[in-house]
């Protein structure tokens, strides 16, 4: 009885359409996320600077005041992620509750994930406009999701 719950609300979630690809999704953007993230320390291993003193001891880096540019560059990457990507798994989620049309929620979830991968690259290496076109679809998916939460909501 008391493992009745926890199994009837895991099953009720795996049941629902799109629920699947979501948290597929979702994994993928929080470890694309982490890496963005170790990202920043490998960079700045790689020019051996650092911000504190005591991580300069420890790595032998150059104490610096402020950010090396190939740095702030990754750092700024790693900033657009967590301006966009948790916006965009609140609203995925919000879409597979509501019951989103299952074709448009498995575009936006593929178009959203994909396109932050490539803006993530295309970030860190200075591609444009591929940085300017995929942070244009997933902003439009964000936006798609958004519409179809509001009309499923209003029907």
Not at 45 to 74: S, Y
């Amino acid at each position: 009885m008391n493992n009745l719950f926890p199994e009837l609300s895991s099953n009720l979630l795996l049941s629902l359409p799109g629920f699947r690809l979501y948290a597929l999704c979702a994994i993928v953007l929080v470890i694309k996320m982490q890496a963005v993230g170790i990202a920043t320390a490998r960079t700045r291993a790689r020019l051996k600077v650092a911000l504190n003193a005591e991580d300069a001891a420890r790595f032998g880096a150059q104490l610096v005041n402020a950010e090396h540019p190939e740095v702030e560059r990754v750092l700024r990457a790693h900033r657009n992620d967590l301006e966009n990507i948790p916006v965009f798994l609140i609203l995925g989620f919000i879409a597979v509750l509501a019951g989103a049309p299952p074709l448009g929620l498995q575009i936006c979830l593929i178009a959203f994930t994909a396109a932050r991968v490539v803006h993530s690259i295309a970030y860190v290496k200075a591609m444009q406009p591929w940085r300017s076109l995929s942070f244009g679809i997933g902003g439009l998916c964000s936006l798609a999701l958004s519409v179809m939460i509001i009309l499923r909501l209003v029907s």
